[in-house]
């Protein structure tokens, strides 16, 4: 009988390890994010905008560049990366969209990917970090999986994709070690990153360009190599934006300094399970309460206890091995705190200047993501050299301790993504009234007026969702960006209605007398004549 298993001994703990890392992430996706409609919209407004950015390209031809489509800033067109629609995921399915059933929207399977794609990333990352122990890794695939701040980022569905940052950290590892393969592949996959989203690109090339500073300070020759080839990720990223269309956009939108992360978001329980007697974080700002949501876990914060208080000399003499990631991701958690710093509600400095790429990190809360998964991944190496027993024990109840502590957030996401809009006699007439049109023109304009967060928020996102259902395409949507050649005196109604356009007016603004108009829910509605 010990010999009919002895394969099972045979086979590395790495590939059990991952083995269960699918199956268990498959599972954990499948079940918050339901797979019964892959047409349906989102019922918050961040998912509706990259969802319609989805349904409009993939019901769009092929437009130059690439990931443009006429159907939105109609009829000038727009790029779906500037409505965080997962560009990457549009580019594989767009050539078989004849294939795909009506109305296919690809977010539920990219979320899903996400979810599976999270333990596995984090079993990559600890094995190039050297960790053999089965234990270690699997209690890394669940404290990853359950990271409060992944699970709280379900409304943006390309920021996800943080599996991404534990894969940067793979590389980093890889590089780190002299593996040859990284230094090919750096490149292609700084790109991927870029066509998930930019910020995760930023995050991905920062943790990969920390081995080059690692080696320099090792006085380790190999530095240039990974230098080159980081060099040579961000050319490629540079080239591939340039192609896209990214630079014809705004590279800031402001805010650097507001959406910034609270010095005690990391460590104060908020949205726990198991330390919800502790009082909520006043916060100095109320901007600091998602953007710069940070909380790392029950299980997490044991765990590091544990290693500051047993393993204290293991832990300097890691961050001194690995001296470049220790400084970039130092850096990257004063970026995140931001020029204006807080402790709970209380001011800490506010300097003026604002560091290089204020504008691209606007919510610079998120900054803080690729240090938590670093703390993530220190803290389960040092539980080496804690006696083998008791680490391995803790290590699972540390696991156990971090499923328990985010079963609201996973409660909330299944809730969220099991929502569907009520059909009303609002939403009936609309939905009436823009099939029969062959384009919506709204106004004011986003950017120009349009309140994206005002009163109105929730019937311009109606126009929004209702409008990319049908295919309709229309004149102004909720962008991340602005065009660089956007004017407002270009986005007014002309004097005369278009031939076949739905006019909506919101807010205050008024439309010409010679429209015909109606009323409908505090929109009025003018359908062409």
Request: net charge positive; with cysteine.
């Amino acid at each position: 009988m010990a010999k009919r298993y002895e394969w099972v001994r045979a086979v590395p703990s790495i590939v059990w390890a991952l083995v269960l890392a699918v199956l268990m992430g498959l599972g954990e996706g499948v079940h918050l994010v339901p797979l019964d409609s892959l047409s349906r919209f989102p019922v918050f407004q961040d998912g509706i905008q990259a969802v319609a950015g989805q349904r409009y390209f993939l019901g769009d031809a092929w437009q130059w560049p690439l990931l443009d489509t006429h159907s939105l800033l109609a009829p000038r067109g727009a790029s779906v990366a500037m409505t965080d629609s997962t560009p990457l995921l549009l580019l594989l399915f767009k050539p078989f969209v004849a294939l795909l059933p009506a109305g296919f929207v690809p977010y539920r399977l990219w979320l899903v990917f996400c979810f599976l794609m999270q333990p596995v990333s984090m079993v990559l990352a600890l094995s190039a970090a050297g960790e053999r122990r089965f234990t270690a890794l699997m209690s890394g695939a669940i404290l990853a999986l359950c990271m409060p701040f992944f699970l709280g980022r379900i409304i943006h569905l390309s920021l996800m994709g943080q599996f991404l940052l534990l894969l940067a950290f793979a590389f980093y590892f890889s590089l780190v070690r002299g593996k040859k393969w990284a230094l090919g592949l750096t490149p292609i996959f700084l790109v991927i990153c870029l066509l998930i989203h930019p910020i995760l690109m930023l995050l991905a090339s920062g943790t990969i360009a920390a081995a080059a500073l690692t080696l320099l300070c090792r006085r380790a020759k190999a530095w240039r190599e990974v230098a080159c080839s980081c060099g040579a990720g961000i050319a490629l990223v540079l080239i591939v934006s340039e192609v896209l269309g990214y630079f014809r956009y705004a590279q800031g939108a402001g805010g650097y300094g507001l959406f910034s992360m609270n010095l005690l978001s990391p460590f104060w329980p908020m949205h726990s399970d198991l330390l919800a007697f502790i009082p909520a974080l006043h916060y100095g700002m109320e901007t600091q309460s998602f953007e710069g949501y940070s909380y790392l876990g029950a299980g997490l914060l044991l765990l590091l206890l544990c290693d500051v208080v047993f393993c204290r000399r293991e832990l300097l003499s890691a961050m001194r091995r690995h001296a470049g990631l220790s400084i970039f991701l130092g850096i990257m958690t004063l970026y995140a705190v931001s020029n204006t710093g807080y402790a709970g509600p209380y001011p800490l400095w506010h300097i003026a200047l604002s560091p290089p790429l204020a504008d691209v990190f606007r919510a610079s809360g998120r900054c803080f993501w690729p240090v938590g998964y670093g703390l993530l991944i220190a803290a389960i190496r040092l539980s080496r050299f804690i006696p083998r027993r008791v680490g391995g024990s803790l290590l699972i109840i540390c696991a156990l301790l971090q499923f328990l502590d985010t079963r609201s957030l996973r409660a909330q996401a299944h809730d969220l993504w099991k929502a569907d809009f009520p059909v009303t006699g609002v939403t009936r007439s609309l939905t009436g009234l823009i099939g029969d049109a062959q384009q919506v023109a709204l106004y004011p304009v986003a950017g120009c007026g349009l309140d994206l967060y005002g009163p109105d928020a929730d019937r311009i996102m109606t126009v929004f969702r209702l409008s990319a259902e049908q295919n309709r395409p229309i004149n102004t949507f909720y962008l991340s960006r602005p065009p660089k050649d956007f004017a407002c005196g270009r986005e007014k109604p002309q004097a005369e209605q278009a031939e076949g356009t739905l006019e909506i007016y919101v807010g205050g603004l008024q439309p010409a007398a010679n429209r015909h108009c109606q009323d409908l829910d505090g929109l009025k509605i003018c359908p062409p004549s």
